[in-house]
């Protein structure tokens, strides 16, 4: 059994509610959640503490506790207590700070290495954000110098190779007489990209040296390469505002902030067993329904009184009679007694 975590916005546009939530599915018996780098799930918010909440295999089960979080974790409408276990449930909603998760508690494939998996999740984000102010934030390779200077190639799709070089059917063309058709390839790897030359006439170069054929070189955001005399540089915006959210304090929330449970790709949350949901026909308009009464035990049946209607009863003869027998008794006892004086 295997628990896979939905990423769900509250306030999602419709542009972003027709593409796939990101989905993440673990098998490892705790995982943690938070804004910090070493987290199992990176959530870059500033409502979401470092180390936020932790979720633990327990027998077939699986618990979340919130760490001790500056936001809290919330199950529906309800808050955690700090470090106290609460048992998980297929397809609920879970809050850290103002970011939903739902959860899948099921049969299902464990995502591939999922520590790179978790950073390619948090600088999609970050770079989703970034895009939104209107800052080209996604990884990209741009030439700096150089005869095709200008021209960029985008590198969102990672750990797929692109090819650059003076062919047609490279991912970035390049308008150098020296270049190779395929002369250098390249692969993203989350906040890293790999580089081997192809073969080149001319070859590589990178921080001063030749690019192995056999071998790849890594390059940080800001790394520059050269092929002839075009100047690459490796850029990656996103990676630099992922570090400055790690290092900086939570942001409290104020009390009266609400943050409404997503609508899109999930049902609302169970209530808690404290707190019964309302009935799905609970119309403001509806009657309102008396609870139902203890039904009481019968009342004992009532003796029947005597009756008397003005005639001699079976009981009256015989009481009669016997009085009448002990009177007899009396009589002759008298005469006994006299007949001895």
């Not at 780098?37 to 959530?43: F, N």
């Not at 936001?71 to 106290?84: A, E």
Request: with cysteine; proline share 8%.
């Amino acid at each position: 059994m295997a628990v896979s975590l939905v990423l769900r916005s509250a306030n999602a546009s419709a542009a972003e509610a027709a593409h796939e939530p990101h989905v993440i599915t673990y098998d490892m018996p705790r995982l943690v959640i938070g804004r910090g780098e070493g987290c199992d799930l990176r959530l870059p918010d500033l409502s979401v503490s470092h180390r936020h909440a932790s979720i633990r295999q327990r027998g077939t089960e699986y618990i979340v506790m919130d760490e001790g979080s500056t936001n809290g974790t919330f199950i529906g409408s309800v808050r955690l207590p700090p470090q106290s276990p609460r048992v998980l449930r297929n397809g609920e909603l879970i809050r850290l700070g103002r970011v939903w998760l739902e959860v899948r508690v099921e049969y299902s494939p464990v995502s591939v290495q999922t520590a790179q998996a978790t950073k390619e999740l948090a600088l999609a984000l970050v770079s989703q954000a970034l895009d939104a102010q209107g800052r080209d934030a996604g990884p990209r390779l741009v030439v700096v110098d150089g005869p095709d200077a200008g021209k960029q190639l985008d590198l969102r799709d990672g750990n797929e190779q692109v090819v650059l070089g003076r062919g047609r059917d490279v991912n970035l063309e390049l308008d150098v007489a020296e270049a190779s058709r395929r002369h250098a390839g390249v692969v993203r790897h989350g906040d890293h990209v790999m580089l081997r030359d192809l073969g080149s006439r001319i070859g590589t170069s990178a921080r001063g040296e030749m690019v192995a054929t056999d071998k790849d070189t890594v390059l940080r955001p800001g790394d520059d390469f050269s092929i002839g005399p075009d100047v690459i540089r490796f850029e990656f915006q996103a990676v630099e505002a992922l570090r400055e959210l790690e290092r900086a304090d939570d942001e409290k929330m104020a009390a009266s902030e609400t943050v409404p449970p997503p609508i899109q790709g999930s049902a609302s949350p169970p209530a808690e067993p404290s707190q019964p949901a309302a009935p799905s026909h609970a119309w403001s308009t509806a009657p309102e329904v008396q609870p139902a009464q203890p039904r009481q035990p019968p009342a004992p049946p009532k003796r029947r009184a005597a009756h008397h209607d003005g005639g001699w009863g079976k009981t009256d003869v015989i009481i009669v009679l016997l009085a009448l027998a002990v009177l007899g008794m009396s009589a002759v006892g008298l005469v006994w007694l006299f007949r001895g004086l």
